[in-house]
């Protein structure tokens, strides 16, 4: 093994991080080179990184398995988002080689780690009741994903009517000492009256759910200030709306609380008790979530964004303090598939909250799709990936993120010089030959760099190639951006 490989990927197996609290910002992680100014560290890591590349490029092989095993082996918790069926046993492996099986807790279907996201945040300082706003925030986060968002001045309209129909189930559940669950929720909308005149009947009344909750919530929490908008809501607001707006209304959410999540195997990861929540990264467990998108389609989604979004509220509410507090990590594979606008914000404070955001994806118009598509998801795009200051570009036949990745790198001044000939072979004065130089702005890095990068594999010896560029840095020999290579495992 050469020296460079050497220093990416060293024989001897790192130990995990020993020194309880030791944790500073300066804590090396990777050394891209001999220099000891290139070497990659904490500091670096909580600013965000971003691996782009085609499929088969080795995204997931080379560098994402190097960042991977770094936080590992200096002891950091996090939470990992599965998308391919594979995954999760490929961490498991990982962890054990970091010594770290204690430390591992694959949360899915036949483990036995429940977390009911509802309950868990009404529970704490900020949730309940009082706070319903906090947890209404939470389910609209995660029902984000489903991009079904009208047209024109309609969305003055659907978006303030979803956050009240979550506003009401969930005001509803806890005033009536229920715990709140995603079935609860679907169990008041598939029992609420159509019209005021089924409200007041007393067949319905007898036969319904939302009823027989809301005769509960009257006679625990019938003097607290949300008890009488959420009774008129269900008796009247609700009731009056049109057939066919009260369902596209409800369309948004049943599509969750009457889908997998609230039924069978799956309801019991997320709908009965907690064993585990994500504050337990911050004592070094790694939560891997097994829910794989691309074996449970949109319940795969909703697994994955339930438990991130859980996560970024609770490292915003930790007080985290270097060196003595512990980073934490937050690693996404095909990351396309658990975007929400939220996202612009989180990764905006990450390296004040001690996280180190890992974001895989294959290319920018998937990102930009899984925004909604158009000028605005690009916005948010470029909002979002300019928050993961180091990148990394693997091999590419993309043309949009070729362009997208030589733009950022941005252009510098190089010189060209031309030469010319004048003359004729009748003219006694002969051949005349003149030269000169221009300045001209050309691309650091230009799109065909990225065509050709080793992409792994026994025809490139297991060498990943990717373009390394962190904005505000430079690399070796004083370059913007340099060509790392990384051995896959």
């Not at 030791?22 to 904490?42: G, H, I, N």
């Not at 939560?287 to 994955?304: D, F, K, L, M």
């Not at 996404?332 to 929400?340: M, P, R, V």
Request: glycine share 8%.
């Amino acid at each position: 093994m050469n020296g460079l490989l050497s220093l990416l990927w060293p024989r001897r197996k790192q130990p995990a991080q020993e020194a309880e609290g030791q944790w500073p910002l300066s804590l090396p992680l990777v050394r891209f080179s001999e220099r000891a100014e290139d070497t990659w560290t904490l500091a670096d890591a909580v600013c965000g990184t971003l691996v782009t590349g085609e499929t088969g490029s080795g995204k997931s092989s080379g560098p994402g398995n190097l960042l991977a095993r770094k936080f590992l082996t200096n002891g950091m918790g996090g939470i990992v988002l599965c998308f391919a069926s594979d995954e999760a046993a490929t961490w498991v492996k990982r962890l054990k080689k970091a010594g770290r099986e204690a430390d591992t807790c694959v949360f899915g279907i036949g483990a036995p780690w429940r977390f009911n996201f509802l309950n868990h945040e009404s529970s704490i300082e900020s949730g309940g009741l009082d706070h319903i706003d906090n947890l209404v925030n939470l389910l609209m986060d995660i029902v984000a994903v489903r991009r079904t968002a009208p047209l024109g001045n309609e969305a003055s309209f659907w978006l303030p009517q979803k956050r009240l129909l979550c506003r009401s189930c969930l005001s509803l559940l806890l005033m009536a000492g229920e715990p709140l669950t995603l079935k609860g929720m679907n169990d008041l909308i598939q029992s609420a009256p159509n019209t005021v005149e089924e409200g007041k009947n007393a067949d319905w009344q007898s036969r319904s759910h939302l009823f027989a909750m809301l005769e509960r919530a009257e006679a625990r929490s019938g003097r607290h200030s949300e008890w009488e908008p959420v009774m008129n809501f269900w008796l009247y607001t609700r009731a009056k709306l049109p057939d066919k707006t009260r369902a596209t209304i409800d369309a948004e959410f049943l599509g969750m609380v009457d889908g997998p999540l609230s039924r069978g195997k799956l309801a019991d990861l997320f709908g009965t008790t907690t064993n585990i929540d994500p504050s337990a990264c911050f004592d070094g467990k790694v939560i891997i979530v097994n829910v794989p998108v691309e074996e449970y389609r949109e319940a795969g989604q909703y697994a994955a964004l339930i438990w991130a979004t859980a996560f970024m509220r609770a490292t915003m509410r930790r007080a985290y303090k270097a060196p003595a507090d512990r980073p934490v990590f937050l690693f996404a594979d095909e990351s396309q598939a658990y975007s929400i606008e939220q996202d612009v914000d989180y990764h905006a404070t990450c390296r004040k909250k001690g996280v180190c955001c890992v974001r895989l994806t294959q290319n920018i118009p998937g990102f930009v799709k899984s925004y909604g598509g158009g000028p605005s998801a690009q916005i948010t795009v470029d909002a979002i990936l300019g928050n993961l200051v180091t990148k990394l570009f693997l091999k590419n036949s993309d043309p949009t993120t070729n362009a997208w990745a030589s733009k950022l790198i941005a252009k510098e001044m190089t010189y060209k010089h031309s030469l010319s000939n004048s003359g004729s072979l009748q003219s006694n004065s002969g051949f005349n030959s003149s030269s000169s130089v221009s300045e001209v702005e050309e691309a650091s890095c230009g799109e065909k760099e990225f065509l050709s990068l080793k992409n792994g594999g026994a025809q490139n010896k297991h060498i990943v190639e990717a373009v390394l560029f962190e904005s505000g840095r430079l690399w070796a020999r004083d370059q913007r951006w340099i060509v790392r290579k990384f051995k896959q495992s």
